[in-house]
């Protein structure tokens, strides 16, 4: 069956600009969950959906990242007036309530 | 608050050798433990978990892991290294269940020399 799909697998952006990156998790996965990997800070978790809501967006590093879930399904992570530091490959995991998480294979975020 | 610490960012065996990946774990209720594991331009994949059953539990591609509690540790072994296992390996804790958000350590990075 389909894992977690991520979109774009790759994006190149000049600083400043505003990104969207979007997942689709698994049908019926009810948690979702967004974490970023970079040199030097390693995976950091960034904020978890269960259902459409987000009890936990503690990760977030500035109020120029958001993050929303529509349907129970899509999620889209918004990164805006970006900033070299915001480089990075974004992760996106779903799950069951207390079940294995599924990873995509990430959007890899570049700067310029 | 938990945390996870990967002992060795690089480790580099032979084919055919033992693999020992070391973490250490530090929570304040009783884990859930994981190792993931890594492939280039790849999400993550579960290799093996601990939730509190075995103290000794088997992964996939022939991994283990050894939950001690005295120890703090949850290290990562396989008996015999194949230059598929060439990969990053990542252990986590879960924050406070086992479907709780995942706290990462940094990772090491397995080569396996042919």
């Known amino acids: 069956g389909a894992g977690v799909s991520q979109s774009p697998s790759n994006k190149v952006t000049e600083k400043g600009k505003d990104v969207e990156l979007r997942c689709d998790p698994i049908?019926?996965?009810?948690?979702l969950y967004w974490y970023r990997q970079s040199l030097g800070q390693g995976l950091e978790f960034l904020i978890y959906?269960?259902?459409?809501?987000?009890?936990?967006k503690s990760g977030l590093p500035s109020d120029r990242f958001s993050a929303e879930r529509t349907g129970g399904s899509v999620s889209t992570l918004t990164i805006q007036r970006t900033q070299q530091e915001d480089s990075a490959v974004y992760l996106c995991?779903?799950?069951?309530?207390?079940?294995?998480?599924?990873f995509g294979d990430g959007t890899r975020l570049s700067i310029l | 608050a938990q945390s996870v610490t990967q002992l060795g960012s690089h480790v580099s065996v032979s084919e055919g050798a033992l693999v020992l990946l070391r973490c250490n774990y530090s929570?304040?209720?009783?884990?859930?433990l994981f190792w993931y594991v890594q492939y280039p331009n790849q999400g993550l994949q579960l290799l093996l978990k601990?939730?509190?059953?075995?103290?000794l539990v088997k992964g996939i591609n022939g991994f283990e892991a050894e939950f001690k509690k005295s120890e703090t540790s949850f290290h990562l072994t396989k008996p015999s290294a194949h230059m598929s296992d060439a990969a990053e390996y990542f252990c986590?804790?879960?924050?406070?269940?086992?479907?709780?958000?995942?706290?990462f350590g940094q990772g090491t990075e397995l080569s396996v020399k042919p």
């Open positions: 995991a779903s799950s069951l309530a207390q079940g294995e998480k599924h």
């Open positions: 049908s019926g996965h009810t948690a």
């Open positions: 959906f269960q259902g459409n809501s987000a009890p936990d």
């Open positions: 929570s304040s209720v009783p884990p859930y």
């Open positions: 601990y939730t509190s059953a075995a103290t």
């Open positions: 986590a804790v879960s924050d406070g269940n086992q479907g709780g958000k995942l706290i």
